[in-house]
Structure formats: C-alpha cells, structure tokens
C-alpha cells in the first residue's frame, strides 16, 4: 500500500518538474574582467551575455520531425513537383551554412580515421566533393533517410553490403546538384 502511494506521488513530482527539465536553457555571460560563464539562468546585472542557440541532440528527433513537417506542407503546396528521377519529392531548397559546415566537419573525420574502412572513406571523399560546391541543395527527407541508413551500411563486415551502400550513396549525391 506504502509502494503504490509512493509511486503515485514520485510519478506525480516527476512529471510537474519534466518541463523545466527538458527545456532549459543556457546563456553565455562575459564578466567585466572578461571572465566567459554559462549558466541555465539569466545573466546578472553587470555582465554582458546572450542566450545560445543549441543543435539538436543526435539523439533527439525534434530536427526530424521538423524536416518531416516541412515535406509535408512542400508536398501539399501548389507548387510541389515530384522529382523526375523518382517518386519522392525533392526539397529544392539551397542547404543551410550550418548544416552544410557541420556535415563538412563530419566528412573531413571520417577522411581522416584511419581506422574507417577504404570504402568509408572514399564515400566521404565523393560526398565533401559535392558539398564543397555552390549553392549546395538539402537532400529530400526521404533521400536523407536513405544516406543515413547506407552510412550505417558502410561499416559493414560485408564487402558487397559495402559496394552497393558505395553505389547507392553516389546515386543520392547528384541531388546536391538537380
């Protein structure tokens, strides 16, 4: 009866304080001396700071669904085309700065791991030859779902899981360019 009682009321704690958990937020604050702290509350009186923008956790697939979101309303929008090369729409829009120098950064790694498997390499070699380019376009949700699966295929113990993750990957790539 004791248990049941404390399980109720933990669960009832728990989630009256979820939200201040998951939605913290965190400023940058520069002293007069110059000192840089980060804090999840706002910056005193007698600093300079702003409030930080943070990236989605890798975990975390608010980003995707967000993505999701965004094909959708493309797709319902008068002005969707389906994609000649295929049945999936393409997102046609120009790559964010952001999210174009963070999958740079990713490529130059996985260029540089000695450990990573020849073909590993050679596709990020393929892929941050694309993306060094102008005017790079976002990948369609349904393409990017499709790299990510192949990356994972990449790392395989299988030489012709490899190959067609190689084949594949390249064929995804040209939608950098359409």
Do not use: W
Not at 140 to 149: A, C, G, P
Not at 152 to 167: C, I, N, P, T
């Amino acid at each position: 009866m004791f248990q049941c009682k404390f399980i109720r009321i933990s669960t009832f704690i728990f989630l009256v304080f979820l939200p201040q958990i998951a939605f913290c937020q965190v400023y940058k604050c520069k002293s007069p001396a110059g000192k840089t702290i980060y804090s999840e509350s706002e910056c005193p009186s007698g600093t300079i700071g702003t409030q930080l923008d943070l990236d989605p956790n890798v975990i975390d697939s608010s980003a995707l669904r967000n993505r999701i979101q965004q094909e959708k309303s493309y797709a319902s929008s008068a002005y969707s085309q389906p994609a000649a090369s295929g049945n999936h729409l393409v997102s046609g829009n120009i790559m964010s700065p952001h999210d174009r120098q963070r999958r740079l950064r990713e490529l130059l790694m996985d260029m540089n791991n000695d450990a990573a498997s020849y073909e590993k390499q050679a596709d990020a070699r393929n892929e941050h030859a694309y993306l060094v380019s102008e005017n790079v376009l976002s990948l369609s949700y349904e393409s990017e779902l499709k790299r990510r699966n192949y990356k994972v295929d990449l790392s395989s113990s299988e030489s012709a899981k490899r190959s067609h993750a190689m084949r594949e990957l390249s064929a995804i790539y040209r939608e950098y360019r359409e």
